[in-house]
């Protein structure tokens, strides 16, 4: 793998994946919305193109040049809900699907755009929202039963992308992503909105917190991604940490490395409808194929934000 192409390159995610892939000496060429706020998230290299494009003009983009082997597609159109009426939620919802469809759409334009650039190998990256609930380890075999907007879409994106990628004679890898966490996290998140109130000593409003729970950083993340470049065949592969704590470890642990004036408080908030209670990655596929092995403890892995905030 000497070149690849990245969407959604200003992501947590995607930004942490370029950095990987340049430090082991793969060129890069990020794809990163017009006017985005994030670029100062990707590094300085001569090895590094970046593309200012927005999804919805994939299909009518003609790179170039076309010496790229693989396609990583982190981009994601969303939406985030912040209002407080039933009025407001149901407008959300609406929109909320509609642009779920959109990103259907952009994800078919986005394979017709890795051959364009002449990449033998397409990423997707699908999410655990395309198994539903589960109270055993996700992998490949695990039933498919999504009930969100998010994750049918997801599932409906990967299995329209798999058949192309089939008749464009493309290597077609099929990614599910769990919580991966990291220094450029979303506000929203729950380790982000347990940093920022305990920086502030807001005393967090959460659950009991008895979920079990997989987390991976996202460095980890990212050099499971390009591993996944570097050796995968086609097929599905579940990414974490593979193995499971409760919530209220994390966030016990996050408590006594920030050290808060505020008590240490569980249970003001109430489970969701259909909450997931148990989610844990079976990485054994992506261990027997591409040697991955994560190398970053959660301890660490807060550590890192922490000192980030610092500098």
Known sequence: MKKIVVTGATSMLGAATVEE???????VVA???????????????SKLKIVELNLDELSTFTPNFNDADTFYHFAWETIEYHGKTITD??????????????????TIDAVHFAKKFGCHKFIFAGSQAEYGLSDKPLNRETPIKPFTPYGV??????????????????????SRILSVYGINDRPHTLISYIVNCYENNIQPEITKCEQIWD????????????????????GIYVIGGGIGLTLKSYVETIYRLMK????LVFGGKPYAENQVMFLQADISDLKRDTGFQPQISFEEGIKKILNSRKA
């Open 89 to 106: 939620l149901k407008k959300f919802w609406v929109n909320y699907v509609d642009v779920q469809e959109k990103n259907i759409r952009y």
């Open 153 to 174: 879409a997801k599932f409906s994106a990967g299995s329209l992308a798999e058949i192309l990628c089939e008749n464009l004679d493309m290597t077609f890898v099929w």
């Open 260 to 263: 808060p004036s505020v008590p």
């Open 21 to 27: 892939c340049l430090k082991n000496n793969i060129e």
């Open 215 to 234: 987390y991976l950083h996202a460095d980890d993340a990212a050099r499971a991604f390009r591993l996944l470049g570097q050796y995968s065949t086609n």
């Open 31 to 45: 794809i990163v919305r017009r006017n985005s706020k994030n670029l100062y998230r990707l590094p300085h290299s």
